[in-house]
């Protein structure tokens, strides 16, 4: 059984910065597309970013595209979200989910992921 755990999350002054990590554990294999999603209290959760380890293709949602950046350990089940210029709107549980399928299409729909981390919470204060 895969397991996802993030680390990371915190809080931090409108305009700062912090750095996600997210561990897939319980297999030897890769999984080929891992991705972060966020909930702010009272509302969905939402597409954040998703990366390909075959291909290194990212997708980003609009709300975070130029402050935040994705990477992954190509060795590893392992993945970073670089934070910079934080906002208040950017207070959230942070998730991280992982799939076996390689498909793209849909990264950003949470009911194509089959596994799912705890979240860890992010709050920027203005």
């Known amino acids: 059984q895969v397991q996802v755990v993030e680390f990371g999350g915190g809080l931090v002054q409108a305009g700062g910065s912090l750095r996600l990590s997210c561990t897939a554990s319980g297999t030897t294999f890769s999984l080929p597309i891992m991705g972060w999603f966020r909930q702010a209290p009272g509302k969905e959760r939402e597409f954040v970013a998703a990366i390909s380890r075959a291909s290194g293709t990212t997708d980003y949602a609009d709300s975070v595209k130029g402050r935040f950046t994705i990477s992954r350990d190509g060795a590893k089940n392992t993945m970073y979200l670089q934070m910079n210029s934080l906002k208040p709107e950017d207070t959230a549980v942070f998730f991280c989910?992982?799939?076996?399928?390689?498909?793209?299409?849909?990264?950003?729909?949470?009911?194509?992921?089959?596994?799912w981390g705890q979240g860890t919470q992010v709050t920027v204060s203005s």
């Open positions: 989910a992982t799939k076996w399928s390689a498909n793209w299409n849909g990264v950003q729909r949470t009911d194509n992921y089959d596994y």
